[in-house]
Structure formats: structure tokens, C-alpha cells
Nanobody
Framework: VQLQASGGGLVQAGGSLRLSCAASGRSFSSYVMGWFRQAPGKEREFVAAISWSGTTTYYADSVKGRFTISIDNAKNMAYLQLNSLKPEDTAVYYC???????????????WGQGTQVTVSS
């Protein structure tokens, strides 16, 4: 099972990025896809999650209204649209797959390698 995150980069405050997560190696039809992030010196934190059907989403309060999670289950792809970026959004962003819609990272079984997002002020 593999998750491959991509799409990170350097952007100015107020800008946008779209992160992608490609899932392969098994059927993810019963799984939830999540995004987490980890800034230097800080613990990994939940960002957003979506059911595989795409009908249920869950966001951290810090990103609600600015970030949008989506899924294309025909392509085994999950996305995270990041808008109105702030310097405090700077972190390595990880995609993950798990059995339930939760913000608890230990519940997620599979993890991608992470993609760096840097927001300059």
C-alpha cells in the first residue's frame, strides 16, 4: 500500500496551493482519507478528512473556510485545496488513510511521505 503526496511549494501569504495524494496497492473504498501537517518543533496535527464516498468532511478549526478537501475515488486520488494561506500554515503536509473519520492520527493505518508547504509573509 502506498500513498504519494505532492503539490507543495513556496507561496506568499494569501496565495493558494493544491496538494494531491495518490493511493495505490489496495482498494480504499472502505477508507477515510485525511491530511495532517507538522511544523518544525511542533507535533503533527490534523487538518482535514473525507470519507471515501466524498459525502462527509471534517476540518480543523484553524483551516475551516480556507482549505477544502476532496476526493476522486475513480482515480484513487485525494486533494487538499489551500487558499488564503498564512505563514503559520507552513509545515510538511501528510496524507493518510484510515478506517474511520477522525482527527486522531494513530487511527490512520497508511501514510504518505509528506510534501513541504512554505508560506512567506
Amino acid at each position: 500500500v502506498q500513498l504519494q503526496a505532492s503539490g507543495g511549494g513556496l507561496v506568499q501569504a494569501g496565495g493558494s496551493l493544491r496538494l494531491s495524494c495518490a493511493a495505490s496497492g489496495r482498494s480504499f473504498s472502505s477508507y477515510v482519507m485525511g491530511w495532517f501537517r507538522q511544523a518544525p518543533g511542533k507535533e503533527r496535527e490534523f487538518v482535514a478528512a473525507i470519507s471515501w464516498s466524498g459525502t462527509t468532511t471534517y476540518y480543523a478549526d484553524s483551516v475551516k473556510g480556507r482549505f477544502t478537501i476532496s476526493i476522486d475515488n475513480a482515480k484513487n486520488m485525494a486533494y487538499l485545496q489551500l487558499n488564503s494561506l498564512k505563514p503559520e500554515d507552513t509545515a510538511v503536509y501528510y496524507c493518510a488513510a484510515g478506517p474511520v473519520l477522525t482527527m486522531a492520527s494513530p487511527i490512520y493505518d497508511y501514510w504518505g511521505q509528506g510534501t513541504q508547504v512554505t508560506v512567506s509573509s
